[in-house]
């Protein structure tokens, strides 16, 4: 994508009230997804992958068997002539991010390429879609699969991506205030503190300066890579390596909106008109929605990505 999109400026430089969330900066990458046709050589949401025609489709063992009983559960139209196939699900492209458009990412060796896919069905124990990360080199693949399959099962409709091109812009994120040092939130919650800094908070926050910080200082909204994790649905659950035990760290965040209500200072400069329309195309360009409106935050071994990643909804 040609297009660029700026996140405005923190109304309060937050470092400068409270000097403790300094060291606790992370960089993250907002990706601005926006309707498009992305091709295999792009980065994208939605769009084709980049992959070996020689290579396997991965596909979801799950059991699918169930899906006709979910579409008239739900009540969502199935085309009478449609043949319900059991068994392994294909798998759906997600995100295709090329590290030229996205340095925060940093696979190990010749990889230059990150591609998600998953399988657009809630399946158990956390009633979540499975998902698939695979690293590779865009160099060594030279003969292109053409017609990927597509899934014989889906659950809902939201849980397959307009396809959207990128514009990737890198941001500073802060913790969740639940993931804070009582100390540092007692500090948040001090409303004189907000005062005598001359910040110029909104004074409706008074009761509750913590949402402010929340909302308006610490995670921003929509597709990202990097950055912190959206606590809200748990309180915060450390994530270690199944394999290693390392801490891990958050590579992705699937999430079912660009901005809401509550996040509209978020909003990019080059967004701000068309967002007064308030269609859900402007705000959600890719339709996602996940586990009916939360994040999905895939998490990484930072001691090697061939270790398997976890996920997460908030």
Not at 58 to 67: G, L, N, S, T, V
Request: proline content about 15%.
């Amino acid at each position: 994508m040609d297009a660029t999109f700026t996140t405005p400026r923190r109304p309060v430089e937050v470092t400068a009230l409270f000097p403790r969330l300094a060291p606790l900066a992370r960089p993250a990458i907002r990706l601005h997804p926006r309707p498009g046709s992305p091709s295999a050589h792009d980065s994208s949401v939605g769009g084709p992958l980049l992959w070996p025609a020689d290579e396997p489709w991965p596909y979801c063992h799950e059991p699918h068997d169930q899906a006709s009983r979910l579409y008239e559960a739900y009540e969502v139209h199935v085309d009478p002539d449609f043949e319900w196939i059991p068994g392994p699900n294909p798998m759906l492209p997600v995100a295709q991010l090329y590290v030229r458009d996205i340095p925060l990412l940093r696979p190990r060796g010749q990889a230059d390429l990150l591609q998600v896919l998953w399988c657009p069905f809630e399946h158990e124990p956390d009633l979540k879609p499975p998902t698939a990360l695979f690293w590779r080199s865009s160099a060594a693949v030279t003969d292109v699969l053409a017609a990927p399959p597509g899934p014989f099962a889906v659950e809902y409709e939201e849980y397959v991506p307009r396809p959207c091109v990128l514009a990737p812009e890198q941001i500073t994120e802060y913790p969740n205030p639940m993931e804070l040092s009582g100390e540092l939130r007692e500090q948040l919650q001090d409303w004189s503190r907000w005062q005598a800094a001359g910040s110029g908070v909104d004074g409706s926050y008074a009761p509750y300066p913590e949402s402010y910080y929340g909302s308006h200082l610490s995670l921003a909204p929509g597709w990202k890579v990097g950055g912190w994790a959206p606590w809200g649905l748990t309180d915060p659950v450390p994530r270690f390596c199944p394999a290693c035990d390392a801490g891990m760290v958050p590579l992705l965040t699937v999430c079912s909106g660009e901005w809401d209500g509550g996040t509209r200072n978020w909003i990019p400069y080059e967004d701000q008109a068309v967002a007064r329309l308030g269609g859900d195309i402007e705000s959600n360009p890719p339709g996602v929605q996940v586990s009916k409106g939360d994040h999905l935050q895939l998490y990484v071994c930072p001691e090697s990505p061939e270790h398997p990643h976890t996920s997460l909804i908030q």
